[in-house]
């Protein structure tokens, strides 16, 4: 008889115990949702910020404003001859009679 009550008291024990750490466990879970929903949030910022960061990068980088840049510091356009300068490498062996 002791034996049953006592098999029984431990089952009771058990499910109590199971219980509260269910519910502590979807605390936990439910507060880490928000939390990776927040930094989604963040990283889609980010990726907008990258986006128009890389489109200024783009517009300062083309050719027109190189070009309005380049007079703008005196630079002139010359239109008349075309001068292709072709890049050798020299390669030196240098020779010791050790």
Do not use: C, Q
Not at 32 to 51: A, H, R
Not at 82 to 97: A, C, E, F, G
């Amino acid at each position: 008889m002791k034996k049953s009550i006592l098999i029984i008291l431990v089952l009771v024990i058990s499910i109590i115990s199971l219980a509260v750490l269910r519910t502590v466990l979807s605390n936990v879970l439910s507060t880490s949702g928000l939390e990776v929903g927040k930094i989604g949030s963040e990283i889609e910022i980010y990726k907008t910020e990258n986006l128009l960061i890389k489109e200024k990068l783009y517009r300062e980088e083309s050719l027109h404003n190189v070009a309005s840049k380049a007079s703008e510091l005196g630079f002139l356009e010359n239109k008349d001859r075309l001068v292709i300068i072709p890049r050798t490498t020299v390669l030196t062996i240098v020779l010791s009679d050790n």
